[in-house]
């Protein structure tokens, strides 16, 4: 009889005991901010914006204090607080994010703009991950103007690719931005 108990422990711990202890990290993992993903939002997107008197490429930094994922399963929460993947987005969300953007030429008198934006995503297809649409508006600040803009646009590539368009209907100005998103 001792063996029997001996073997039935056994074949608890190896067959449930990783079972409650990968169920009771995961909710560390999905709320903790780890050191990886720290690294990966100190490297800056990749950005070429065409205005009507200049193209400038420049890096730009990108923190999303608030997003709301409609695309994602009922295992992952709806309400995102600065910690923001790729898949909640692009799976279809809404979110407002702050940006600040180093240009290798002069926008103007400065290197530096800024930019506050309410933005939807939408899936097209593959969930987002082959194609999907945004859309929203935005207030764009540099050296030489400070303006809302509608934002419409595209991505692609699991949502690291965006090619945007900004139209300022009271200037009548237009921005074209590709930008390549490493968060």
Known sequence: M???VVFAIILFSIFE???????????ERLLGIN???LLLQSIPNLTWTCYSAQTSFGFEW???PLLYSFGMNKLNPRWHYFK???PERFTGSVEFNLTVQLFTSKV??????????LIGHFPVIEYGEFMG?????ARYTNS?????????GASTLFGFLHYNIKYNPIDKYWMHSIEFRFF
């Open 144 to 152: 030489f103007f400070s303006a809302n803009y509608i934002v419409i």
């Open 17 to 27: 005991f990783p079972f409650f202890r990968s169920y009771a990290q995961q909710p």
């Open 62 to 64: 990108e923190i999303t």
């Open 108 to 117: 103007g008198k400065s290197y530096w703009g800024f930019s506050g934006q």
């Open 2 to 4: 001792k063996h029997h």
């Open 35 to 37: 050191s990886s993903w």
């Open 84 to 86: 923001v993947t790729q």
């Open 133 to 137: 649409l945004n859309g929203g508006i």
